[in-house]
């Protein structure tokens, strides 16, 4: 099957690319090698929606990977951003634009005692890995299966046989010594951990969890599962890392670990806290956090940090990120889930399950629940890729990957939604036409 829903300049681009970017893409998922055909190269975005090199327009149910909570070139955004580069591109040296986004994170989400900025989520992830190694004197980290914590070679790791085991790289190029240190659990699933806790409990340095997973399409976690992590962590005399850079700001201002049960000594945030521009965040405890250099012996740095063009996006985003947003974020998260329910219900699709978290959504073409990285995986990628390739063609831009969660902006309203129904509806039917 070879979809053509991209238009000739769109592939024609891609031919270009290919020959000189790897994969004609800069990271792998854009290159539509798990839904098939040739990737959609964009011109231009402007608030809920996308416009490709052809001419095309689509509802952005991407939103950058969730980085744009408020849609496409939200204008007071891009507006800070251009005041802010005619001051001056980068100095290396500090500027008040920093402080004044870690005091507003902070005053958000006010775990983040001490904290510092760094330029993706990956760095985030793997600096606040070293600082718990770091402030610990311990050596191994604890993730779930399905969880995604960026690039970095010790959390490049999936699960070997059995619960709890010791991890095996999920890359070439990672090698067996550095995921040695990695333990791989399973999801929602705190009787495989506290087994990882007895078995290495005085070896590990910390748990990194995503509060609500959303790497394997979005996995909620079940009740009592964040509060074991907690307690099993505390028990063992271990940190809890938690990685927001998805859900951080997305699903409330601040961060969402606590209010589902999880106490975190060091979160990670990324995505929505740059307003589109490239950014991590690391955090956390004040005698954790003031392990790393100057202060401690931990060390960190970088050239472009807190750069001030992702300092003036953050703190325009955050102005803007009223109850209002959020409220208007979960009643369009909730309507999107309805439709796409009502229509896979009237178009016979099944099994289909949608867990959803505010305007976080996981499209699963199989049975629920959905509660760990193997039910996940049964959903059906050529049923996925059929209806990705269908609604893209009637003007939807949804992940270009079964495995990935879909995300709504504030700027998406009803009449959008009701717009993208037939898409829907003919991506629904393309699933369901097997065998092609
Ligand atoms: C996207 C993501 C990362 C990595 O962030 P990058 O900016 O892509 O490096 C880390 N953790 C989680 C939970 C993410 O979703």
Do not use: C
Request: no cysteine.
């Amino acid at each position: 099957m070879t979809p053509a829903s991209a238009g000739p300049r769109s592939r024609a681009l891609a031919r270009r690319a290919a020959r000189v970017l790897v994969g004609g893409v800069d990271s792998p998922v854009r290159s539509f090698r798990s839904v098939g055909g040739s990737p959609v190269f964009f011109a231009r975005g402007r608030g809920a929606y996308l416009f490709d090199v052809d001419g095309r327009r689509y509802l952005d149910l991407v939103g950058s990977w969730g980085a744009n909570l408020l849609g496409n070139a939200p204008p007071a955004v891009v507006a800070a951003v251009q005041r802010t580069a005619n001051a001056g591109l980068t100095f290396g040296a500090p500027s008040p634009l920093e402080h004044e986004l870690a005091e507003e994170v902070r005053r958000a989400a006010p775990v983040l005692e001490r904290l510092r900025f760094v330029s993706s989520g990956t760095e985030a992830v793997m600096s606040a890995v070293r600082v718990a190694r770091g402030f610990t004197g311990r050596t191994k980290v604890v993730k779930f299966e399905g969880g995604y914590h960026g690039h970095s070679d010790g959390l490049l790791a999936r699960a070997g046989s059995g619960p709890a085991t010791q991890a095996l790289p999920d890359s070439a190029g990672v090698p067996a010594a550095v995921v040695g240190e990695t333990l791989v659990a399973r999801y929602n699933d705190p009787e495989g951990l506290a087994e990882a806790f007895e078995r290495h409990g005085p070896s590990i340095a910390a748990v990194v969890v995503e509060p609500v997973a959303a790497n394997m399409g979005v996995v909620l976690p079940q009740p009592g599962f964040l509060p074991a992590i907690s307690r099993l962590a505390r028990q063992h005399g271990a940190l809890v890392v938690a990685d927001e850079v998805i859900t951080g700001f997305r699903l409330r201002r601040g961060t969402v670990h606590e209010s589902l049960g999880l106490s975190a000594d060091l979160v990670t945030l990324g995505k929505v806290v740059g307003g589109g521009m490239p950014i991590g965040v690391y955090g956390g405890r004040r005698d954790v956090m003031e392990t790393v250099a100057p202060l401690g012996p931990v060390y960190q740095a970088g050239t472009l940090s807190g750069h001030p063009l992702a300092m003036a996006a953050g703190r325009a985003t955050l102005d803007r990120l009223t109850p209002r947003v959020y409220a208007t974020l979960e009643r369009t998260g909730a309507e999107l889930q309805e439709t796409l329910l009502r229509l896979s219900e009237e178009e016979r699709v099944r099994p289909f399950t949608l867990p959803r978290a505010g305007s976080m959504l996981g499209l699963f073409f199989a049975p629920g629940p959905v509660v760990d990285f193997a039910s996940a995986g049964k959903t059906d990628r050529a049923e996925y890729a059929r209806f990705f390739h269908a609604v893209l063609g009637r003007g939807v831009y949804l992940p270009p990957s079964a495995l990935e969660t879909t995300f709504v902006s504030a700027v998406v309203r009803s009449p959008d939604l009701v717009r993208a129904e037939e898409a829907f509806r003919a991506g629904f039917r393309a699933a369901r036409r097997r065998g092609r």
